[in-house]
């Protein structure tokens, strides 16, 4: 398992834009598959974005995927999410997971490391 760290969150105003990353310090996050999930007041987590580990695929919630682009850099050992905000309920706590695995994985249980999840509030 890695320990995974979440960068700050914050408040942002709708129509603006927040970068969050997500590390392991001390550890690599190369070929693990990363995916960011969010949960909000009252909802369940549900998947956003999805990086590969070994074959860099990309993968979008439908709701999500032309505001969010996930991307990963091995030299900094960082799997950030670059994200457009456009309205209030896109509040909500931000967690990385990761799992040392080949293929796109769908499942919040199918992930075995989270970070502690960082708060993202969108203002009117």
């Known amino acids: 398992q890695l320990h995974l760290v979440e960068s700050v969150g914050g408040l942002v105003q709708s129509g603006g834009s927040l970068r969050l990353s997500c590390v392991a310090p001390?550890?690599?996050?190369?070929?693990?598959?990363v995916r960011w999930f969010r949960q909000a007041p009252g909802k369940e987590r549900e998947g956003v974005a999805f990086?590969?580990?070994?074959?860099?695929?990309?993968y979008y919630t439908d709701c999500v995927k032309d505001r969010i682009t996930i991307s990963r850099d091995n030299a900094k050992n960082t799997v950030s999410q670059q994200m457009n905000t456009r309205k209030p309920d896109n509040t909500a706590v931000y967690y990385c997971?990761?799992?040392?695995?080949?293929?796109?994985?769908?499942?919040?249980?199918?992930?075995?490391?989270w970070g502690q999840g960082t708060q993202i509030t969108v203002s009117r």
């Open positions: 990086k590969g580990g070994f074959d860099n695929s990309e």
């Open positions: 001390g550890q690599s996050l190369r070929h693990y598959v």
């Open positions: 997971a990761a799992a040392f695995k080949g293929v796109f994985l769908s499942d919040k249980g199918d992930y075995d490391s």
